[in-house]
């Protein structure tokens, strides 16, 4: 795997830091009491094949946060953004 | 006429494995073994329908069959038994785990390790040569001691060593390593190793031999659900209907639970491991080093079998990248430097089906009569005898079995996580 990092070109995987999923959205309550909504967005995932939305950091490069789009069934990487 | 009536009943009734049947085989040229379980033809109806012929599918339907009176039992495989994780795992047995949720469980499967062969016939090749956790400084040395002093508390045995101690022990570790230096070691001597694909074949002939269907290449498609109560499944071989159903599918089981609309706390990852050329014997234990991951065997073909850390982000390929294997390569020469020349034969990988407090999941689950049995992380191998045990009590009881009455799906909601590591919901660092 090599990501095209916006700002440095096509790099080598060791390069960045896988962080998290980044199709989970943060509710809007504060998350003083319990929701299933917390519940949803810290424990819950869809884990499905295919094409996922993913953050990525390029932490010994620019130190950009990246937005990759890739088939986690082939590793293809489909589309590298910024957020 | 007395040979000829043994001779043929042994023909025709499953077979018992004993140095006996080894000689007579050897007499008669190897020519009259027979496969070890039957390849059976799926039926419209079980009582029980087991997804995934794993280490776990097979352990929960021997342990159905033999303990509880169930009925009909089916294994529905994918592909192949064995293709999975259970034939592609380093073959690590312990229990030397640190929490209450999480020690009674993997003790109980220490203990059925300890009676395995002599339970189901089979030659799984259980070594209990002792595992030796390395620590390099103090904080861990104390967090390791901590972890050693749960183990005693549940009464089992667990020592920790000095560096004076482990020298004497292995006289080849880099003790004086700039960066990590070696100060000691937790040691659980009952821990091991067993043959992992031999496990699978175990399971299945003595599943087998009671009457369970091992159905392979039979792929779940879809499970069905009326009225929010399972009714069967769908499959490339047809539909089954079924009284019950467990899931045991680990790396695929967001993709399984998927299709009865569970949403599960669980991301798939990919681990590798490792296999160097067969060498004269040379490690007779399994060690680990504490200042990175990598954990490291010799197999009784001269193999060293060796791994690391899972590669970091989300895989349903069952490969890796380069980067894990340089790290993994790096943590053992920083170990022991005498590996360095030894060249790598083989390198593969598997999916991990990792939970977000880094422990498993056995339990019912909101559908009527489906129950999930998943989230083994890196470490199901260990946990398979008991994995199929309590999945067998929950399956035919409908209670959780005692040891693995923590292992809710519900704990994440409830915030009743068992993090051995303490690394949060953060998957890929568990
Ligand atoms: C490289 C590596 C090293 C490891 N090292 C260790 C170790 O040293 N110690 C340890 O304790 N653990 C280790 N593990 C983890 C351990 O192997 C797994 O946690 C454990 O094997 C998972 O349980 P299982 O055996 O039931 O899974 P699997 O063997 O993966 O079984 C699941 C089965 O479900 C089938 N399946 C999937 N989808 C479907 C479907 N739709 N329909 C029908 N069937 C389906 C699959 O084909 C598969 O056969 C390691 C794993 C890997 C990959
Ligand atoms: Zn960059």
Redesign the interface.
């Known amino acids: ?1 090599r990501i095209a990092c916006p700002h440095c070109g096509p790099r ?3 390069e960045f830091l ?1 962080t ?2 980044a199709s989970v959205t943060r509710p809007k309550d504060g998350g003083a009491a ?1 929701t ?1 909504e917390w ?2 967005y ?8 295919g094409p ?1 939305r ?1 953050y990525w950091y390029h932490s010994a490069g620019c130190h950009a946060w990246l937005v990759l789009t ?1 088939d ?4 293809e990487i489909l589309s590298v953004e910024l957020p | 006429m007395c040979i000829t009536l043994i001779a043929s009943q042994e023909f025709f009734a499953p077979m018992r494995y004993s140095a006996f049947s080894v000689i007579t085989q050897a007499l008669r040229g190897h020519t009259g073994w027979k496969p070890a379980w039957r390849k059976a033809e799926p039926a419209p109806h079980y009582d029980v329908v087991i997804i995934g012929g794993g280490g776990g599918g097979l352990a929960t339907a021997y342990y159905l069959a033999r303990h509880h009176n169930v009925g009909r039992i089916a294994v529905l495989e994918k592909g192949w038994l064995g293709n999975g994780s259970i034939g592609r795992n380093t073959t690590i047995i312990r229990s030397n785990y640190g929490l209450p949720g999480n020690i009674p469980f993997y003790e109980l499967s220490m203990k059925l390790w300890e009676g395995l062969e002599q339970d189901i016939n089979y030659n799984a090749m259980v070594s209990q040569r002792g595992i030796f956790n390395i620590y390099h400084n103090d904080a861990q040395r104390d967090s390791y001691a901590r972890r050693g002093n749960a183990m005693r508390l549940h009464g089992m045995e667990a020592e920790l060593l000095d560096r004076a101690q482990l020298r004497k022990e292995f006289a080849y570790l880099d003790y004086e390593n700039a960066r990590f230096p070696i100060q000691g070691a937790l040691v659980q001597r009952r821990a091991g190793t067993a043959r992992h694909d031999a496990v699978a074949w175990g399971y299945a002939r003595a599943a087998d031999k009671l009457g369970v269907d091992i159905i392979e290449n039979c792929e779940v498609t879809g499970i069905d659900i009326e009225n929010g109560i399972v009714k069967g499944v769908q499959t490339t071989r047809g539909a089954i209907t079924a009284g019950k159903v467990g899931i045991a599918v680990a790396g695929a089981s ?2 399984v639970g ?1 299709m009865a609309g569970l ?6 990852h990919a681990l590798q491991a490792f296999v160097s050329e067969g060498l004269k014997p040379l490690l007779d234990n399994v060690i680990t080093f504490g200042a990175g991951h990598f954990y490291i065997s010799q197999s009784d073909k001269g193999g060293l079998v060796f791994g690391g850390d899972i590669d ?6 069952a490969r890796g ?3 894990t294997v ?1 790290d993994v390569c790096e943590g053992g020469i920083a170990l022991m430097p005498m590996i360095g020349r030894a060249r790598l034969l083989r390198s593969w990988g598997g999916i991990m089906d990792m939970t ?1 407090d880094g422990s498993p999941i056995i339990d019912k689950t909101p559908v009527g009569n489906l129950f999930f049995n998943g989230g083994w992380c890196y470490g199901g191998f260990k946990a398979t005898p008991a994995s199929g045990f309590c999945f067998a009590h929950l399956l035919a009881r409908e209670e959780p079995h005692p040891v693995a009455a923590a292992y809710r799906l519900d704990r ?2 409830e ?1 009743k996580l068992i993090d051995e590591k303490g690394a949060g ?2 998957p ?1 660092l568990h």
């Open positions: 795997m080598g995987l060791d896988y998290q999923d319990p299933p519940t949803d810290v424990y819950l995932r869809e884990n499905a094949r996922r993913e890739r986690v069934s082939t590793h | 967001s993709l998927a949403r599960l706390p669980i991301e798939s970091g982000y989300n895989s349903y390929a990248n380069l980067p340089e977000m994440f909601a915030g919901a953060q890929n």
